[in-house]
């Protein structure tokens, strides 16, 4: 079996060796970059099962980076965890912003950073579902069509670049149109229950998807001071 690969971006040695070694010890292979613009180029190359990004790097910072990964459709899926020394809210919400999908503050536990990988990879796997068939693996709704199988999204005939943790959000609403998802479901659903998030992240996620969507956002309805869902069949023009 394949090991899982994951991209290293950081610019100091000490903590590119230590999380190197930690991750070699877990059983993964690891690339390293140590700065913006050389993780973005192995990304590119390698297309890395994660990646590990830090904010403050030279040449191209992280929000700089994770910015040019979303946009790219190489690159666009891969799961993104970004690690700095700011704490602010704010600032983490900017990461989620530009398409990262978890956010560690500087310092961190390794242990906990490992179970976040591990956690966010095994999203990434096959989808446990209800079934096996194919019916399964694809529904369409209101123009969209999500594909577990192979990780895409279409809305009518133009492909959308949706992050993984966006693409997980959508695939919850479409699956029960019509149900109401509070946050904390979503939270537990889309982006796992083990992924620390401040209140409004779901709320950036969703008006980022609501972006891409473009004149079908409205599928995606506000239910004022309870969460999200989305539009049943009747309600789609």
Do not use: W
Not at 84 to 92: P, V
Not at 144 to 173: C, G, K, M, Q
């Amino acid at each position: 079996m394949q090991r899982q690969r994951i991209l290293i971006v950081e610019d100091d040695p000490a903590l590119a060796n230590v999380l190197e070694y930690n991750l070699r010890q877990n059983g993964y292979d690891v690339i390293l970059a140590s700065d913006g613009q050389a993780g973005l180029t192995q990304a590119r190359a390698e297309l890395p099962d994660l990646i590990l990004l830090d904010v403050m790097l030279p040449l191209a910072d992280g929000l700089e980076v994770c910015r040019a990964l979303r946009s790219g459709s190489s690159t666009a899926g891969i799961p993104v965890i970004m690690m700095t020394a700011r704490s602010e809210e704010m600032d983490q919400i900017v990461g989620y912003r530009v398409g990262a999908d978890d956010y560690v503050t500087k310092p961190f536990s390794v242990r906990v950073l490992l179970e976040k990988i591990k956690s966010m990879l095994r999203r990434q796997g096959p989808f446990s579902g209800s079934g096996s068939g194919e019916a399964d693996d694809s529904v369409t709704l209101a123009g969209l069509t999500i594909d577990r199988a192979r990780h895409r999204v279409r809305l009518n005939e133009s492909l959308l670049e949706l992050t993984p943790s966006e693409f997980r959000l959508l695939d919850t609403l479409i699956r029960q149109p019509g149900r109401v998802f509070e946050r904390a479901d979503l939270i537990d659903s889309a982006l796992g229950a083990d992924t620390m998030v401040q209140d409004r992240t779901i709320d950036v996620h969703i008006r980022s998807l609501r972006k891409k969507l473009g004149d079908s956002a409205d599928v995606i309805q506000t239910v004022r001071g309870v969460g999200y869902r989305f539009a049943e069949p009747t309600d789609v023009n």
